[in-house]
């Protein structure tokens, strides 16, 4: 009898401890390279050529999606609308992008969701699910891509897809060597920094998990009597 109820505690320590290699797997890489890359994919598939992935454009799509944080509708639409003159006085000022290398912004497509998704259903069921959206992705304009996500535990997600159709090989330059200035939340592509707001919610949920392992440890050991 003792020896059954052991193995029961070992195998839910074992079942735990997966969870925890599982869910911090998750958390590493960066959703919003993936986005990218998935964006390329869509488009080479159609034999268009690849976008440059940006980190200065991607650091502005990050803050459009902080700017438009609480603007997240019921259908998962996005009802802001930041002005031309925001990203250079504000998108680009708060990432370090020298203004000098400031190009055109040739589109944009955001899109929210209060749960989070995995890269390739956010870009089918929030952002690209409409042919319009299909096609400004695959516009022969474009030649820059950028991606930006902002997320808390308690959602909504916010994702922003900005292109450029900037001619030479030296847009939207961030300060410092590339360094820019660093952003506390969310994470944007063209980087290897992991998203600090899609990270907090595995921590979040593992912590939960843990505790009600604990709790039904506790429980069935009879140390708490409910
Ligand atoms: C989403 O909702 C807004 C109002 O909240 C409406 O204006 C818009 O047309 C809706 N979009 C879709 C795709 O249903
Ligand atoms: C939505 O965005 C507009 C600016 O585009 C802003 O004035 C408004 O306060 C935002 N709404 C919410 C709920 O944050
Ligand atoms: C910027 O892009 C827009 C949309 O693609 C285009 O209409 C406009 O002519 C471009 N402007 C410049 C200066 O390239
Ligand atoms: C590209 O994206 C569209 C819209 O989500 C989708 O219908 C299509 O199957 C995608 N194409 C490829 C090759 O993934
Ligand atoms: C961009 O410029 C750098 C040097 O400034 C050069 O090494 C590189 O090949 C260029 N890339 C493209 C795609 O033109």
Wanted: hydrophobic residues 40%.
């Amino acid at each position: 009898m003792m020896l059954k109820k052991l193995c029961c505690y070992i195998w839910l320590i074992l079942c735990n401890l997966l969870l925890v290699v599982m869910v911090s797997a998750k958390s590493h890489g960066n959703p919003a390279n993936e986005l990218v890359s998935i964006i390329n994919e869509n488009r080479t598939a159609q034999k268009l050529p690849r976008l440059k992935d940006n980190p200065g454009l991607g650091c502005m799509a990050l803050q459009y999606a902080v700017d438009c944080k609480g603007n997240c509708t019921a259908n998962n639409t996005v009802s802001c609308q930041p002005s031309e003159d925001d990203f250079t006085e504000i998108f680009a000022p708060n990432c370090g992008v020298e203004l000098p290398t400031f190009d055109n912004i040739s589109g944009h497509i955001v899109g929210c969701q209060f749960k989070y998704l995995e890269p390739s259903q956010a870009f089918s069921n929030i952002l690209v699910r409409d042919k319009k959206a299909l096609s400004l992705l695959r516009s022969k304009e474009h030649t820059e891509v950028g991606v930006g996500l902002i997320g808390t535990h308690r959602g909504p997600f916010f994702w922003c897809i900005l292109f450029s159709n900037g001619q030479t090989n030296s847009t939207f330059v961030l300060e410092g060597g590339g360094r820019g200035i660093k952003q506390k939340r969310g994470c944007f592509s063209g980087t290897i920094i992991q998203c600090s707001g899609v990270h907090k919610i595995d921590f979040f949920l593992n912590t939960f998990l843990m505790i009600i392992y604990i709790i039904f440890i506790c429980y069935s050991s009879n140390i708490i009597v409910l």
